[in-house]
C-alpha cells in the first residue's frame, strides 16, 4: 500500500497545537498508509515576526523538498489556505486540497487604512500569539509583501472548502464567489459558524476522509 502524505498549514498566529491540527493528528495517525505532518511556520518569535507568505511558501516547499515527496494532500486552514493555494500553483505535485475558511487572497489582516498607516509609520505592530503566550511584533514587510497576492489565483487543483456563514475574519462571501466562478473545481460547504470551525470537526474529518484521502467528489455545493 503506497503512503497517501497530508500536511496541514495552520493559520495566523497558530501553531501546529491549533485544535484541528491536534483533532486531525489523533485521527489521520491512526489510519495505515496515512502520513501527517503539521510545518510549524512559527517556530520562535523571531520567525513569526519577520513572516511573509512569500517566506512561508518558501518554508513549505524547502520543508517537502527536505522529505523527498512527490505527491500532496494539503490542508489549510485559514491563512494557510492562501499558503496552499498559491504553493500548489507554483510548484504542483498537490493532488487535492481541503481548506478550512481560507484566505483565498491577501486581506490586510483586516485593518483599516489608519491601521495600516500606523503600522507601515511604527514599522511593526504587536499580535497576541497563545503558542508563545505574549504579544509578538509583527514587521510591515508581512503587509508589502502581502500585496503581490491580492488576486485569487485559479484553483491549481480539485479542492473543498468549508465555511463558517458567520465569518467575521474572512467573510463567506469570499469562498462563495471563487466557487461561483470554479464551479469544476471547488466545491463549497457553508456551516453554521464564525471563523474558528472547531465546533465541526467531525464535519471536517469526514471530508478529509472522503474528498481528501478518498478523492470522492463530494457533495454538491450548498449551503
Known amino acids: ?96 486540497m481541503l481548506l478550512l475558511a481560507p484566505g483565498l487572497a491577501w486581506l490586510s489582516g483586516g485593518l483599516s487604512a489608519e491601521a495600516l498607516a500606523e503600522w507601515e509609520r511604527a514599522g511593526s505592530a504587536p499580535i497576541p500569539h497563545p503558542a508563545f503566550g505574549r504579544e509578538v511584533p509583527v514587521r510591515y514587510d508581512l503587509q508589502v509583501d502581502g500585496r ?32 461561483g466562478h470554479y464551479p469544476d473545481r471547488v466545491q463549497l460547504i457553508e456551516v453554521q459558524a464564525g471563523h474558528d470551525l472547531s465546533a465541526h470537526l467531525e464535519l471536517i474529518w469526514q471530508h478529509t476522509q472522503g474528498f481528501l484521502l478518498g478523492g470522492s467528489e463530494g457533495p454538491a455545493q450548498g449551503r
Open 1 to 96: 500500500m503506497s503512503t497517501q502524505t497530508v500536511v496541514y498549514l495552520h493559520g495566523f498566529a497558530s501553531s501546529p497545537q491549533g485544535t484541528k491540527a491536534r483533532y486531525l493528528q489523533a485521527k489521520l495517525g491512526a489510519l495505515p498508509g496515512v502520513a501527517f505532518h503539521v510545518p510549524d511556520f512559527n517556530p520562535t518569535p523571531r520567525d513569526f515576526e519577520y513572516m511573509t507568505t512569500t517566506g512561508l511558501i518558501d518554508r513549505l516547499r524547502q520543508y517537502v523538498l527536505d522529505h523527498g515527496w512527490q505527491r500532496l494532500l494539503l490542508i489549510g486552514s485559514s491563512y494557510g489556505g492562501l499558503i496552499a493555494l498559491h504553493y500548489a500553483q507554483r510548484f504542483g505535485g498537490v493532488e487535492r
Open 148 to 179: 503581490r497576492y491580492l488576486d485569487r489565483i485559479a484553483p491549481p487543483t480539485p479542492l473543498l472548502i468549508i465555511h463558517g456563514q458567520q465569518d467575521e475574519t474572512v467573510p463567506v462571501e469570499h469562498s462563495r464567489e471563487y466557487a
